[in-house]
């Protein structure tokens, strides 16, 4: 088992942190990064911060920086990174919820270094055992009933083979999606993503129809009873014990989009998170997605759970995010967090429905490769004997209960703070009763503060207003002591910025 050496020496304990609604730092202090003795590499860099502009004429632009001044990233040792200059950052985003078991794990490292030297690449014409192995490892942690693995690249083209195999199958055509759902870039997959920043306005998402997105805290429906989060929203509801008044009022629209925008005898699928990630990390009414599969499946349909962002552990109380809705998929897609930053993805089905691929021929030219399937392998490896899945559920409930400190300390600009395990996010809004977004200029303020302070997080939702808390599952304690503190300082600049 690898220990990081990133560690501050204090002694470890599994009690809750005791985060109260004091301030944790005076104005005048500065938080201080957790002891690491992990020594970067010296090297000159040729690339400057200052320089981006110089190269934009070769590398694409359409994807904003998260800065105002955007750092080089050039190193990176399990939660922490280094830019250009040797400066260290707390990474509380994982590589937008991609690094699982830390960057540059030494583990994985020296397992994909073994790999290069023995078999790079070859194509699936030729049988090799990485991929029979690893997807066999791979189905054991699913479901038994779907125990066929299809490997590819990312979670867009994860999705886009989830839709495919659910249209073949079922030999329908009209699909099911959430509104604020985000499934990939990809020209299907664009089709079932419903936030308008991230669509192109050309022809796409034929016979795909979105139904209302059942979030308790900005949707039509919903209260302090309804999700299966550590802190309720801060909403009045109706919800008796064992029932939810949300629930079924969303429940009641997808039978009205089934009724109204599809073919009344048939449909091929349901879409959906287990949560919301670049959504905002949005949780869904209790028993939601267990009855709108059941929905779907009366039917003809089939229901996919994306745990692209959820799955792995994540969500600490079980490895799959759709196990915490007590409802088992017929197709399952994963990236990301699979390959801890190595492009590899995957979805998981029954045989019955991979079946229906075989009226053709389906070849991915790099799926499954040797390199991909021994990172995969090794991946799963590290989650089980570090514990990480465990992490991620303890670490997450302390994380959750500090940030809960700071709603009710900066209860101005903090509106919900909802999550579960190391998925977690942080509402900002500048009116709390009317649940105004907090504006973008003031947003971008908010993280420029915090990676000056050598906290890195990321931003979603359909306002980008909802901090994303998504960090490599081996943090500890003294790192979220430092991020609650760094958080709390941005948002005190913050109230000083608004005052002026």
């Not at 002694?11 to 992990?38: M, N, W």
């Not at 009226?359 to 040797?370: D, H, W």
Request: charged share 20%; with cysteine; glycine share 8%.
């Amino acid at each position: 088992m690898y220990v990081s050496k990133c560690t501050n020496k204090i002694k470890a304990y599994y009690g809750i942190f005791r985060y109260t609604q004091r301030r944790l730092v005076s104005s005048e202090h500065t938080p201080q990064l957790p002891q690491c003795d992990f020594k970067p590499l010296q090297f000159k860099s040729q690339l400057k911060s200052t320089s981006l502009d110089s190269i934009k004429r070769n590398v694409n632009a359409c994807f904003a920086q998260m800065y105002s001044d955007p750092m080089v990233i050039s190193q990176g040792h399990m939660q922490y990174v280094w830019d250009t200059s040797g400066k260290r950052y707390l990474d509380m985003f994982g590589g937008i919820v991609t690094v699982s078991v830390g960057h540059c794990h030494p583990t994985l490292v020296e397992a994909l270094s073994k790999q290069a030297s023995k078999l790079w690449h070859v194509s699936r014409a030729h049988v090799y055992e990485e991929i029979y192995d690893y997807s066999a490892k791979l189905a054991q942690r699913l479901p038994s009933s779907l125990s066929t693995i299809f490997l590819c690249n990312s979670g867009s083209e994860a999705n886009d083979l989830a839709l495919v195999l659910a249209r073949l199958y079922t030999q329908s055509f009209d699909f099911i999606a959430l509104r604020n759902a985000y499934h990939g870039c990809s020209s299907a997959a664009m089709g079932l993503t419903a936030i308008g920043t991230w669509k192109y306005n050309f022809p796409n998402g034929f016979g795909i129809h979105h139904t209302l997105n059942p979030d308790p805290y900005r949707g039509k429906y919903g209260g302090k009873a309804c999700r299966d989060s550590m802190f309720q929203v801060n909403r009045e509801c109706d919800c008796k014990v064992n029932e939810c008044v949300a629930c079924d009022s969303y429940i009641a629209d997808l039978e009205d989009v089934l009724n109204t925008s599809c073919s009344q005898k048939k449909i091929a699928g349901f879409i959906a998170e287990s949560i919301q990630g670049i959504g905002g990390v949005v949780q869904y009414p209790k028993n939601y997605l267990k009855r709108a599969a059941e929905l779907i499946r009366k039917r003809g349909g089939v229901f996919i759970s994306d745990e692209v962002q959820t799955g792995f552990g994540r969500t600490g109380t079980h490895f799959w995010g759709f196990q915490n809705h007590d409802v088992t998929p017929d197709i399952v897609t994963m990236a990301k967090g699979i390959g801890n930053g190595f492009p590899l993805a995957a979805v998981a089905t029954t045989a019955e429905i991979a079946s229906a691929m075989n009226e053709a021929l389906y070849f991915n030219t790099y799926a499954g490769n040797p390199l991909a399937s021994a990172v995969g392998s090794k991946v799963l490896d590290i989650i089980d004997e570090e514990h990480l899945q465990e992490n991620s559920r303890i670490l997450g409930s302390r994380f959750s209960i500090g940030l809960n400190g700071l709603m009710n300390q900066f209860d101005n600009v903090i509106g919900d703070v909802r999550g579960k395990g190391l998925m977690i996010g942080v509402e900002l809004v500048s009116d709390k009763v009317k649940k105004t977004p907090l504006s973008k200029a003031a947003v971008g303020a908010i993280l420029d503060d915090c990676k000056e302070m050598g906290l890195i997080i990321g931003k979603g939702g359909a306002f980008g207003n909802v901090l994303r808390i998504k960090p490599p599952m081996c943090i500890n304690d003294a790192d979220i002591k430092f991020a609650i503190e760094v958080l709390e300082k941005c948002f005190e600049n913050h109230n000083r910025r608004e005052k002026i």
